[in-house]
């Protein structure tokens, strides 16, 4: 699974929006509020603790190494160098605290030491105050060039420390795999007394990368990022036939030490990083590991709507029976990569977690209880919450972060800061603040309420390390002395991250476009705002910023968008209207040339679905006579191919299986049959192969809601080159009688055939799903990697958006380029979020069923510019549910397009 899988599936999901609940007034005041609980703790730090590296909140005083008593482990984080100041400096600007800011980073140069006899935690030290170092750097660089008075004086002094500090790391990285040691010696290396074990984690050693990378370019010392790179390239060498690490690995040998297998404590930043290495640096390699390793987790580590740890070697075994908090971040991580669907679905069940126990424990059950009952106020739930809303613009993440502000203020906050939990059954108080209460938690409150005007640096122009540090993405331009490790081939579809406001999460601006245009190296990929091709100055045209598929007429914003780039709609009478591109009207030449774009592929679109126009099943009820009807249904695209093989077609008594949704071995005896399993909780091609290993001959999945009337149907897919029985989809009306016939005891006898008139039983009588010549119809589908979903009209084809190529383009006589407008055209509705979770708010698709598209019998022509496409479909209603996973806000920003499309709104 390609990462143009996940980044094409959020691009076409496209919905209403939500409607807004909370007052610009009440954010304010919430923003404020979270200011003042971070000043709360950094001027209790600052008064009862500083120099030390932590606040005890409870005894109003300090936490040094060697003075408190040791609480083991977890002290490594520790080493006499001001933490809690050095890891909470990038959060003081974002604040607007400049005066706080300058005398906090001048407090660090001159006071701040990292020679202390001291072992820390490699991985630690890193994140918190190498990042922190790095961070604070940019950001007092930035405000700098943008003329803050009270930072005039700054001349790189963080940027020297963090080179020192990064200096006393880098013996750690001396070892036969190139996978660091966890801890070090800051002042002697790894000769001070280091403990024996040469085990550490795969997030300690796999969560250099970005800081040490930003090292290297800031310096221009390459040896921090290779040293990092080589430790990623280590562990990666090392992952399992099924794309997973470990927990813990031996750095001198590369044997795995614990192979537990999941995305919380002991892995979780490593895929971060993974990730964010790519968007960091632009080197596509990166890109292609977190693609890997994101299929295998989706496939292996999900269980429903969680995540949970399982044998990397074995993945089908469960390995812990608790879900820790560190996996929290992981939808955050999820909405980064443009799989936001997903994100919503995960993060929907969390919330109901710190819901039932007002925060998360440290560690909870599958079912939500707690397992660990401490809690230390982590940022990774309020880091998710804040990507979400930022790919949403749905208040209810505002309401999360409200009534999690409420708890911490009625629970945690006592006289000299905030307090974490020993026990959250008995709110009991533990003396300890951890220093990234201050990096993150309160950063991430307070940006989630804040408007971009509140925020002195355009967060689009850096990545948010796993400690929330802020690092700059123009450093990707300093790659001297490192071309020979960096791998940018990569095709722009790979590179364009979609939010639900049509700009990429990260993005460039075009200051930095013209920087790369110019590099005399070959430039890093081009990850713009408008994701516009990867070949600076190219001719090719890209869809951005709304897709055919996306379309919504009746959203103000889409209407907008389409102006932009030179489309106008035209009422036609009896609800019908018309899109017409004029490249005259297009505010730029680039949104004329994306409007282009646009008619060209609804035109390919079209043509795709008019050539797949037989993608249904039918399933032949043949006994008893008063159930005797033909349906169609939605086909399967792993196991045999009911529309390609005649051989595939089965025959049998019809079984509802126990269990009723067959994400567990079935107890049913299937022998020769065909079962009747219900949609939810686990992916279609588990229950097939549960169905199978039964002694089933073939599988009917039907959903678990209504069509309420609509004629939708789903293309299972899935990897399933085991698989060897049939499989249909059916939706639930269909099955009701079926159903209640079965419950009775009668002998239902079905037999599963392909709609195709080439071979098979055309002759059939249809049910209220039949589609006549008059509504014959075709839509445009989407896929997701987990149970999959592939949206169809009833009788009809249907087109993943991840096969959508981009067309072709035709010059004119004048060297234009103009679409082929001399095929039919067809536009698919926007998403109408009608797929919803099941009783137990799992789900198994990452997106949406798109409604049926009425066919255009003609193109209407456009301009001497450029030819006009026309089109005309149904507007479905909207059910905009937050608990739904295809529930997005696709509509709040979405990039425009190009040419025409005839619409019958409701």
């Not at 951890?434 to 005007?453: H, P």
């Not at 450029?866 to 479905?876: C, L």
Request: charged letters at 20%; aromatic letters at 8%.
């Amino acid at each position: 699974m390609g990462a143009s899988r996940w980044l094409t599936l959020w691009a076409i999901i496209s919905c209403t929006g939500y409607a807004s609940s909370m007052s610009l007034g009440e954010k304010s005041r919430l923003r404020d509020e979270a200011k003042d609980m971070f000043f709360h703790a950094f001027n209790n730090y600052m008064t009862h603790a500083y120099p030390a590296d932590e606040l005890k909140p409870l005894s109003c005083s300090g936490r040094y190494r060697g003075v408190d008593a040791s609480r083991g482990d977890v002290d490594e984080a520790m080493g006499n160098f001001a933490m809690t100041l050095i890891d909470s400096l990038d959060t003081l600007p974002l604040l607007g605290a400049f005066e706080e800011f300058s005398e906090a980073v001048k407090r660090v140069i001159d006071e701040v030491m990292f020679d202390s006899d001291f072992v820390v935690s490699v991985f630690e030290t890193n994140i918190r105050v190498v990042g922190g170092l790095l961070g604070a750097h940019a950001l007092a660089v930035s405000l700098k060039v943008k003329g803050e008075v009270s930072l005039q004086w700054y001349d790189g002094q963080l940027l020297e420390k963090a080179r020192d500090l990064g200096d006393r790391l880098m013996p750690a990285f001396e070892t036969n795999t190139g996978i660091p040691y966890p801890r070090v010696n800051l002042l002697r290396g790894m000769s001070g007394h280091i403990p024996s074990s040469s085990s550490t984690c795969t997030a300690c050693a796999g969560t250099m990368l970005l800081e040490f990378a930003a090292l290297s370019r800031m310096t221009g010392n390459t040896s921090y990022e290779r040293a990092a790179r080589k430790a990623m390239d280590g562990l990666w060498q090392r992952r399992s036939p099924h794309l997973l690490v470990g927990t813990t690995i031996d750095v001198q040998s590369g044997d795995w030490k614990e192979q537990d297998s999941g995305v919380g404590a002991g892995i979780d930043s490593y895929y971060e990083y993974c990730m964010k290495a790519f968007v960091l640096l632009g080197d596509a390699e990166y890109l292609d590991r977190f693609n890997k390793h994101y299929a295998a987790v989706m496939r292996y580590v999900r269980r429903g709507n969680t995540l949970v740890d399982i044998h990397m070697y074995n993945p089908s075994n469960v390995a812990q029976s608790y879900i820790d908090s560190l996996g929290a971040f992981w939808p955050g991580l999820q909405v980064l990569v443009g799989d936001v669907p997903a994100a919503i679905d995960l993060f929907s069940h969390m919330e109901k977690v710190v819901t039932r126990h007002r925060f998360m424990p440290e560690a909870y059950t599958i079912e939500g209880g707690g397992f660990w009952w401490h809690h230390f106020l982590r940022p990774e739930f309020i880091e998710s919450a804040y990507f979400l809303y930022q790919a949403t613009g749905d208040d209810h993440y505002l309401d999360v972060g409200k009534a999690l502000l409420r708890n911490i203020q009625e629970h945690a906050r006592v006289d000299c800061g905030f307090a974490a939990f020993s026990d959250l059954r008995t709110l009991k108080h533990e003396d300890r603040m951890d220093s990234f209460v201050l990096a993150e938690t309160f950063k991430y409150l307070y940006l989630l309420f804040a408007e971009k005007s509140d925020i002195p640096v355009a967060l689009d122009d850096y990545v948010f390390t796993t400690e929330a540090h802020l690092l700059p993405l123009d450093i990707a331009l300093n790659y001297s002395g490192l071309e020979d490790i960096l791998n940018r081939d990569i095709p722009v579809e790979d590179v364009c991250k979609r939010r639900s406001k049509g700009e990429n999460v990260f993005s460039y601006s075009a200051e930095f476009f013209e920087k790369l245009a110019s590099a005399a190296a070959p430039p890093v990929p081009d990850v713009p705002t408008r994701c516009m091709p990867v070949n600076i100055g190219g001719q090719s045209r890209r869809l951005t910023r709304l897709l055919p598929q996306q379309l919504n007429v009746d959203n103000l914003e889409h209407r907008s968008l389409l102006k932009e780039m030179g489309i106008s709609i035209i009422s036609q009478g009896k609800g019908q209207l018309q899109l017409i591109h004029n490249s005259q009207d297009a505010t730029t030449p680039s949104d004329s040339d994306e409007g282009i774009a646009f008619m060209q592929a609804l035109i390919q679109l079209n043509a795709k679905l008019q050539e797949e126009s037989a993608d249904t099943i039918l399933v032949s009820v043949e006994k008893p006579e008063s159930l005797k009807q033909v349906l169609n249904a939605g086909s399967a695209r792993f196991g045999p191919s009911l529309l390609t093989d005649s051989d595939a077609q089965v025959s049998g008594s019809l079984v509802e299986v126990a269990p009723l949704q067959a994400c567990a071995p079935i107890v049913s005896e299937l022998s020769g049959r065909i079962a009747l399993i219900e949609r939810g909780s686990c992916m279609f091609i588990a229950k097939v192969m549960h169905a199978e290993a039964a002694g089933a001959i073939g599988a009917i999945i039907y959903d678990f809601a209504d069509s309420k009337g609509g004629t939708r149907h789903i293309s299972m897919t899935g990897n399933g080159s085991d698989v060897a029985i049939p499989s249909a989809f059916l939706l639930r009306d269909q099955v009701v009688s079926l159903l209640d016939a079965v419950q009775r005891g009668q002998d239902i006898f079905v037999h599963l055939q392909s709609a195709r008139e080439d071979y098979g039983n055309a002759n059939h009588n249809e049910g209220p799903h039949k589609a006549n010549e008059e509504d014959r119809s075709s839509t445009g589908g989407i896929e997701d990697g987990g149970e999959g979903m592939h949206a169809s009209g009833a009788g009809s084809s249907s087109s993943s958006a991840r096969d959508l190529s981009e067309p072709e383009s035709i010059p004119d006589a004048s060297g234009e380029h103009l679409s082929d407008a001399s095929a039919g055209c067809e536009v698919p509705d926007d998403a109408s979020g009608q797929n919803q979770p099941n009783s137990n708010g799992a789900t198994e698709d990452a997106g949406n069923a798109f409604p049926a598209v009425d066919s255009s019998s003609a193109c209407a022509a456009g301009d001497t510019t450029a030819t006009a496409a026309s089109a005309q479909y149904s507007e479905p209603s909207t059910d905009n549910r937050r608990s739904s996973p295809a529930a997005c806000a696709a509509n709040k920003r979405p990039h425009a397009a190009d040419r025409a499309a005839v619409v019958s709104p409701p």
